[in-house]
């Protein structure tokens, strides 16, 4: 069985072929006693899409638009479409996703379960604010349809759940009207950590997007030295050309970490010597800004057969300074080189989910190529910068946070296992919340809750057409 095939998160770090069911298994008295998770495009890094004591449900053949309304903007689609298609499907119209990852391979249920974030979240706050509506399969039969006025509790704890609560059958989202696709793009490079820190307000209030790249390596006055990009959709932009595959692959996995120091010194010192001293504005692809990784097929095997951890963390912007040299730093001391060091500034806009990650502050995130023990040394020890800085961790980043961390990333976390369906379960679920004490009201009260408040439901084919209707 290929590797595509194996149903892998895209840190690589636990590499087996695993077990599937598919979705009449979800609702029949045969499922694993251990559970079942619904499985998308494995673009997660850590392990909140494996289920390896139980099975996975694959949701990549569930990928259809229902349909597009140019005039609204509201698309309604299936879980397992990815939002490149999306893109496609939109673009020709004017549209653009209202929030974007930094992958457009990700799903459309992988979006909403991790509640992922862009270079937007100052503007528009994380993906589940474009989310109108889903369709939500439990294992007792039936679909319930949920927004923020019908079943807001379910709605909520859906977006960025993990796929914990259900299969998702259908969504309704709302895109945005852009001029063009492409964004004008304004760069500035700067010397060092408070460069940075006197810019970014007045960009992020000047600019719809903004991003940030760190030269993790850089010590002595160019410790924290980068570039950060900002950018608007153009106003005359011409035509967004369509998503392409791949135009690069890594065909193989590399017997050895490509990433390392050594190679990370070199082409950090090549990539800021290149950037103009003095700020620049030109035309940018949007692909090319939004999603430049999606370029080279399988680029995660170029750290190496041991796979990669990402640490990707949000912290009070109080003190941020401070915190964001602390993590650079502690990595630099463990022996450690991040390839990708990318810093953004997350905005006040409310979570829309339960469990979601993005909150005022910054987020930094760094990857690491796995050198066994040592890694995991040095992420502890950034896991303790984190929570003495009163920040918390992305959960479907992570591969190994204990309880501890979880629950102070999110104390919250009984109401979403209240909510969470008695027929799925993912490993981070049962190496985090599993292991802390059960608070809450119990799985079987909440379900009677959302029983009585959908008796009037008939199921999915109701449900179905109660969103496509929309459009």
């Not at 992922?116 to 889903?134: D, Q």
């Not at 905005?347 to 990650?357: C, E, N, R």
């Not at 049962?430 to 009201?441: H, Q």
């Amino acid at each position: 069985m290929s590797e595509a095939h194996q149903h892998n998160s895209w840190g690589r770090i636990n590499r087996v072929t695993r077990s599937i069911a598919d979705q009449n298994m979800f609702i029949s008295d045969d499922a694993p006693d251990d559970g079942l998770l619904p499985f998308g495009n494995g673009r997660s890094y850590g392990d909140s899409c494996h289920n390896d004591a139980g099975r996975l449900i694959p949701m990549r053949t569930h990928a259809q638009i229902f349909g597009f309304d140019p005039a609204t903007g509201i698309l309604t689609a299936e879980p397992g479409i990815t939002l490149q298609a999306i893109l496609a499907e939109v673009m020709p119209h004017g549209y653009f996703l209202t929030v974007t990852p930094g992958t457009a391979l990700a799903t459309l249920g992988g979006a909403i379960a991790n509640d992922v974030h862009g270079k937007n979240h100052h503007r528009r706050g994380s993906f589940g604010h474009s989310v109108i509506s889903l369709d939500l399969l439990r294992s007792d039969g039936v679909t319930y349809h949920c927004s923020r006025s019908e079943n807001p509790k379910l709605f909520r704890a859906t977006i960025g759940g993990m796929g914990l609560t259900g299969l998702i059958q259908c969504v309704a989202l709302q895109l945005m009207k852009v001029p063009s696709a492409n964004i004008q793009q304004i760069a500035r490079r700067f010397d060092n950590i408070d460069g940075y820190f006197d810019i970014i307000g007045e960009l992020d209030d000047k600019h719809e997007y903004s991003v940030a790249w760190i030269d993790q390596l850089a010590t002595g006055q160019a410790t924290g030295r980068g570039v950060v990009m900002a950018g608007d959709h153009a106003e005359d932009g011409g035509e967004g050309l369509k998503p392409k595959p791949a135009r690069l692959s890594v065909p193989f996995q590399p017997p050895i970490n490509l990433l390392n120091r050594m190679t990370l010194t070199a082409f950090n010192a090549l990539y800021f010597g290149r950037a103009p001293k003095q700020s620049t504005t030109s035309l940018v692809n949007w692909a090319n800004y939004f999603h430049p990784l999606d370029a080279i097929g399988n680029w995660n095997r170029l750290y190496g057969p041991k796979g990669l951890f990402q640490h990707q963390c949000v912290f009070p912007e109080q003190g941020a300074r401070e915190t964001t040299l602390k993590l650079m730093a502690c990595a630099r001391s463990h022996g450690h080189a991040s390839f990708l060091t990318v810093l953004k500034r997350f905005g006040m806009v409310p979570q829309p989910g339960l469990f979601s990650f993005a909150r005022p502050g910054f987020t930094l995130t760094l990857d690491f190529a796995n050198l066994g023990p040592k890694t995991l040394k040095m992420l502890n020890a950034l896991d303790e910068i984190v929570l003495t800085a009163g920040g918390a961790l992305n959960p479907y980043k992570d591969q190994r946070m204990g309880p501890d961390m979880f629950l102070a990333t999110f104390p919250n976390w009984n109401q979403l296992e209240a909510l969470r369906d008695p027929k799925i379960n993912s490993d981070f679920w049962r190496r985090t919340a599993l292991k802390l004490p059960v608070s809450g009201k119990p799985f079987v009260a909440a379900h009677k809750d959302i029983a009585n408040q959908t008796s009037n439901q008939s199921g999915n084919a109701s449900n179905f057409n109660q969103i496509r209707a929309q459009v």
